[in-house]
């Protein structure tokens, strides 16, 4: 890896700590710059029932949901997550065999979910969606379609962070660096920020996400550069599959 080059980790505060660790112990430099800023609110939390589904988006959905529902998970509802990482902290909380989860194989998305849930052929029912004020409504629409009866509950915002010019310089810099981004919201957030302080996104570019729609996103912007300019490594959400990734990343700098 290029010595001046850098891994900006780009998850919300409290989620980049423990990962940031490990690859200074690698002996990577890193730097925290968190796109965007999870906040709770006190919206109702729909309570779970026999034969009902929760489909919670991500892990601050199972935060913001559990941080005020108490009671026991009952036998008979689901709880479904789209990715591992979630899914792992769903577990906390109901009981790993109510919990519905793409196999590890799969790509972690709405589409694999979809198929998870068509392949149980659960009666249709009552489907809580959970998740922040902004979101993809295909998989409400998909689940109607299949006869459930859906609601969506904002249990959180995301709201961009303006990254300070001293970070937006260095991942602007002429040194190829490695860039975590887990959403498509916290890309927007980043391209937002480079905007603010006029700069363009870097000549040489490693980024790590979770989705192709993330790495489509990122490749339309650099269309007019070098092929070379920008690599995209697609990875699982879960910290030690991260690591992997922007490691195996910091070694195409050089």
Known sequence: M???????????AGRNEALAGRLRAAGLAVLLAPALEIHSLPTPRPQPSAGSLHLFVS???????????????PTGAWAAAVGGATAQALRAFV???????????????????????DGKALSPG?????????????MAEQLRLRGWSVS???????????????ACEALAGPAGHVLLVTSLEALDAI?????????????????????????????????????????VTLSAPDDAALFQAILAASRLLH
């Open 191 to 231: 391209d937002g920020s480079l905007r603010h302080h006029h700069l363009a996104w870097p000549a040489r570019l490693e980024a790590v996400t979770l989705h192709a729609r993330m790495a489509r996103r990122l490749q339309c912007w650099y269309a007019d550069r070098p092929a070379d300019a920008l690599h």
């Open 152 to 166: 969506c509950h904002a249990l959180y915002e995301r709201t961009p962070v303006v990254l300070d010019r001293t």
């Open 95 to 117: 009981p790993a065999s109510q919990v519905l989860v793409p196999d590890e194989n799969a790509e972690p998305d709405s589409e694999s979910l979809l198929a998870l849930i």
């Open 2 to 12: 290029d010595p001046q080059a850098t891994v900006f980790l780009t998850r919300p």
């Open 59 to 73: 892990r601050q959905a199972v935060d913001a949901y559990f941080s005020s529902v108490r009671t026991s998970w």
């Open 126 to 138: 009552q489907a809580h969606i959970l998740r922040a004020t902004q979101g993809r409504d295909w």
